[in-house]
């Protein structure tokens, strides 16, 4: 019984200490990002503000709005960084006998007809290119409409869109509304300071800047310029999938119903497309906190797979009704 127990602790302890290098490894793109929005910090309120802009209201000015856009930036990027992911809920887990049943079974045709018996009661309206339900293997689980399985997070995420190594998390239902306005608030960071650097960056070139600060300055430009030239294509494609209520993986691969794949399935229109994103409250959409609608589970269909918010309402109820 010892050498049973010793045996699964030792290698516990060796992919412990593996577990934890890969784990710091991850934040290495996140460490990259928070070290240059230091030194632009550094060098956009001390060199630019403080020892290179004359006039005291310019210098006011420029540090107030630099500040609120530093602020929501950092606000949103935190917010995508360490929002938990969405779970697939344990009613879609297979149970051990259900299971060991699945692995016994003699043809793909017996284990689809499990996975059909197990998934009949949950609000499933995606299914495999098989036309069978989604099963994911490694989690055991049924897959909730529009959930994948991240090979990074080691899981099923609910509504996943991609993992994003500079933010060291899954982009999914939880964080793509923080994702997004992390992408737009980086993009007018990036915008502000490359525009009130402008007239220095041109100073220098014509030689009308002096001291050591100015080598500051003058990359400050080009960093903001660089950053903002990658963030702007980022940002307006990820403003186009919003738009039509598509993920990542879904504009790679069309959504599969039992009508046939359909790349516009979960399109209700622009306007509830954002909606369902950002929230039905125009107070908060530009805010990141959390607003998104449904619950990452159950997605309601455009007009020709016939789902609509207040049907997926009235199978709620059906089913609590059903539990009482
Ligand atoms: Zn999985
Ligand atoms: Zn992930």
């Known amino acids: 019984m010892k050498f049973v ?10 992919k412990g200490s593996c577990f934890w290098c890969i784990k710091a490894m991850k934040w290495v793109p996140v460490l990259f990002i928070m070290t240059i929005v230091a ?10 503000c403080f020892l290179t802009v004359d006039s005291i209201l310019s210098q ?34 297979i149970p051990d006998s259900d299971h060991e049943q699945l692995l016994r ?20 309206a995606n299914v495999n290119i098989n036309g069978a339900v989604r099963y994911c293997d490694k989690c055991r689980c ?5 959930a994948h399985h991240c090979s990074v997070c080691g899981e099923c995420v609910l509504k996943m869109d991609h993992h ?43 030689g009308d800047l002096q001291g050591i600060g100015r080598f500051h300055i003058l990359f400050l430009f080009f960093v903001a310029v660089m950053f903002g030239i990658s963030l702007i294509s980022l940002f307006c494609y990820h403003c186009y999938l ?56 159950e997605f309601p269909l455009n007009l020709h797979q016939q789902r609509t918010y207040r049907s997926m309402d009235s199978t709620q109820n059906r089913l609590e009704a059903n539990i009482g």
Request: glycine share 4%.
């Open 5 to 14: 127990l010793k045996m699964p602790l030792a290698s516990q302890n060796n």
């Open 39 to 48: 030194w632009s910090y550094y060098a956009y309120v001390v060199k630019l």
């Open 60 to 93: 006011i000015l420029y540090l107030i709005f630099y500040h609120l856009s530093l602020s929501m930036f950092l606000w949103a990027y935190w917010q995508t960084i360490f929002t938990e992911i969405g779970r697939v809920p344990l009613k879609y887990k």
């Open 105 to 124: 079974a003699e043809s793909p045709e017996e284990q689809r007809h499990i996975l059909e018996e197990f998934s009949k009661n949950l609000p499933n």
């Open 142 to 146: 049924i897959k909730p409409d529009r």
């Open 164 to 206: 994003c190594p500079w933010v060291n998390n899954c982009v999914s239902f939880t964080n793509y509304k923080f994702f997004i306005l992390f992408l737009g608030y980086a993009l007018l960071y990036c915008l502000y300071v490359a525009l009130t650097a402008l007239p220095y960056f041109i100073a220098f070139w014509n």
């Open 242 to 297: 919003v738009s039509e209520n598509r993920t990542t993986l879904e504009a790679f691969r069309a959504p599969i119903f039992r009508t046939g794949e359909d790349k516009h399935g979960f399109s209700l229109g622009r306007y509830d497309n954002f909606c369902e994103v950002f929230g039905d409250n125009p107070r908060i959409w530009f805010l990141p906190v959390k607003s998104s609608l449904g619950n990452g589970i």
